[in-house]
């Protein structure tokens, strides 16, 4: 049952999609999903891991979860509880419905041998007393390609890109996907059906923009990576002053990026090359003339928490070695709570409870921040949220945590 008199909780039936799925496009601002959307989100939903709350025939919450696997610091690909589809009516807030849905799903995750649970924050204020961190930043730019330029690395002209039908070349990208998951920390591995979600293009979505392109970046016959975006052809004053939208780019070595970039820079009457969410330490940062015209902006993007504590802390590697006890606090999954004594290095690591004196203090959030190696444990003391017991321990674990390429959680859910 819910937490509030009258509502009931229960997981979500197929019969009932639509009432759900409409619940949830008005809780999130009443705009009309597309028919293909709403077909390809009833298609990927997992039934069984997706919660309604009723009062009576109406539907006044809902949330759900995905079955993932997210790369961590080391390669490993760790079973992950990708938390989606998170409502309250506005007619029913205040009244505990989101704390027992939040409840049930970290509940449901930790019976499913799940250690880590993910989420893309609608409201970022809303989920860290749920225990989430803000784990990957993403980042957005508008370029002046009137303006900027690039300097390409000597082998670029190696690679041919050529225009193809998206869902004609889609095998071929998705094999390029995959063979980047492993490299860096924070990427999803692609379940059966979620390729698709790359290809939703309905017309009501593009705002006077293109139809969906793309092309792929081949070496040697081979692909080894593609850019999918879209243009909107414009006009000002002093002529043509069109945008290039990127909604995708992925290549397998930096040749294959540098030739992306440069296709992307130079198609006919357009000025403004807009890109979103791509990595912080992406390597064309490096290629421009001119970094101030590209106009860059960070913001927050996939959050993370920790289930498991021990499990998951011991499923990635340290790129330091690192002997530290944590104290850790976790009000609400108590089974995390206490000292944990962590030890590792770049070979591999273990988490177990532990009796000794604490070198560290923080919560469970500030875990879920640090734990994918892009946000320091330093920068969170500093903060106030996380306290230094043994002189020398924050640096240690700061160091050890870190990862080489920043985490990026490029898969949307």
Known sequence: MGSDRGTELRTLRPEEFDRWWDHLV?????????????????????????????????????????????????????????????????????????????RRLLDDARAKGEPLAALFASEPAIYGRFGY??????????????RVTLALPEDTDGVRVR???????????????????????????????????????????????????????????????YARFRTKLGWGPSGHDGT????????????????????LFGIDLMTTLTVRGRPVDE????????????????????????????TALSARTYVAPVDVVLDVEDAFCPWNGGRWRLTGDAKGASCERTADAPDLALTVRELGSAYLGGVSLLSLAAAGRVREVRPGALTEASVAFGSPLAPWLPHGF
Not at 78 to 102: E, I
Not at 133 to 146: S, V
Not at 284 to 309: M, N
Request: net charge negative; with cysteine; charged share 25%.
């Open 26 to 102: 008005r809780a999130f601002g009443g705009g009309s999903a597309s028919p293909e959307e709403r077909e390809l989100d009833k298609s990927l939903t997992e039934f069984d891991r997706s919660l309604a709350v009723w009062d009576a025939d109406a539907v006044v919450g809902t949330s759900g979860a995905f079955s993932f696997r997210m790369t961590v610091p080391g390669g490993a690909v760790v079973p992950t509880a990708g938390v989606t589809m998170v409502s309250v009516a506005a007619t029913h807030r205040r009244r505990g419905l989101l704390t027992t849905m939040m």
């Open 133 to 146: 961190g803000t784990a990957t930043l993403q980042l957005n730019a508008e370029i002046d390609t009137g």
């Open 163 to 225: 225009y193809a039908p998206p869902a004609d070349v889609l095998q071929e990208c998705e094999a390029v996907y995959a063979a980047l998951v492993p490299r860096r920390p924070g990427m999803l591995a692609r379940r059966p059906g979620w390729e698709r979600a790359g290809l939703l293009d309905p017309e009501s979505d593009r705002d006077g923009a293109s139809a969906l392109q793309c092309v792929v970046a081949e070496r040697d016959g081979a692909v080894t990576g």
């Open 244 to 263: 290039v939208t990127l909604e995708d780019l992925a290549g397998l070595d930096p040749a294959t990026e540098a030739a992306l970039w440069r296709f």
């Open 283 to 310: 390597a064309w940062q490096h290629l421009v003339s001119d970094v101030r015209r590209c106009r860059l902006r960070l913001r927050d993007a996939g959050y993370v928490r920790l289930v498991e504590v021990g």
